[in-house]
């Protein structure tokens, strides 16, 4: 059912969410802190959607994650190295996954070759979606962008569902970098707006609503395919348009613009 306010655009588009800003990050040390590390969360299946508009084609672009020191327990996302294939990456307790999808181009290259910036590109929209395995079977990991799956490869070994339990990284998830032990690591150089994460693992046609064809949606309501609001475990809507609070629509840990991450009116569709 279509949440109050709401209407349909072409029989598919939803629209009435007022979103005005987004946070840009200068790609060298600043980052939301989300305050939490929602270890619970990432013991068990899980959803992380975002929108991000590159404003340069970067090697190892984190664009969220935490991650211990040793490499003992970890989540994050990223652009893997030169060949920024984007890649979701779990460690817990030593044993490591990556899902890894092919590279996506983020922005016009200048003539000098890749990783050496360029013009901003385009606003994409990612989820990563991962399904704990049962007991001591394997789990699975499903990338989205703009609403399709890509094609993915497992780069880097499984983790069971038993294994997964172990998963006790107590740092904080950073937004726009990834939390190394505490230090900010890798930094974005990216806009992000709307981030979500759910307790659940997302389906296909949930996945495909959130996008909304290219149009961000409220996701504290439920509407069309998409009935996962009450499995929000965080949503920054990044929506404040000043100062240095990123606040947590679900009420539970409100974020902190680190290092001078800037609020801007650069947003998705």
């Known amino acids: 059912m279509l949440g109050l306010g709401y209407s349909l655009v072409g029989g598919s588009v939803l629209t009435g969410y007022n979103n005005t800003h987004a946070v840009s990050f200068d790609g060298v040390n600043d980052f939301i802190d989300t305050g939490a590390s929602f270890q619970s969360t990432f013991r068990d299946s899980f959803s992380v959607s975002f929108w991000m508009k590159s404003t340069a084609n970067v090697n190892n672009n984190m664009f969220w994650g935490t991650q211990e020191s040793g490499d003992e327990d970890a989540v994050f996302f990223y652009t893997r190295g030169s060949t920024r294939k984007i890649s979701l990456n779990i460690f817990s307790n030593n044993v490591k996954t990556r899902q890894e999808a092919d590279a996506v181009t983020f922005a016009a290259e200048s003539s000098g070759g890749a990783g050496d910036g360029g013009t901003e590109g385009a606003w994409f929209h990612f989820v990563a979606v991962y399904t704990k395995g049962s007991g001591g079977g394997n789990g699975a990991a499903v990338i989205y962008k703009d609403g399709s799956v890509l094609a993915t490869t497992t780069a880097v070994g499984y983790i069971t569902g038993d294994e997964l339990e172990d998963y006790t990284n107590p740092h904080e998830i950073y937004i726009g970098g990834r939390n190394t032990n505490g230090s900010i690591g890798n930094p ?6 709307d981030w979500a994460l759910w307790n659940v693992a997302l389906d296909a046609d949930a996945v495909s609503a959130v996008y909304n064809s290219g149009v961000p949606t409220d996701l504290l309501i439920d509407s ?12 920054y809507k990044l929506n404040e348009g000043s100062g240095t609070t990123a606040t947590d629509a679900t009420g539970g840990s409100d974020g902190t613009l680190t290092n001078g991450p800037s609020y801007v009116t650069d947003t998705p569709s």
């Open 188 to 193: 974005a150089k990216a806009i992000i707006d």
């Open 224 to 235: 069309g395919n998409y009935d996962n609001s009450g499995d929000l475990v965080a949503y």
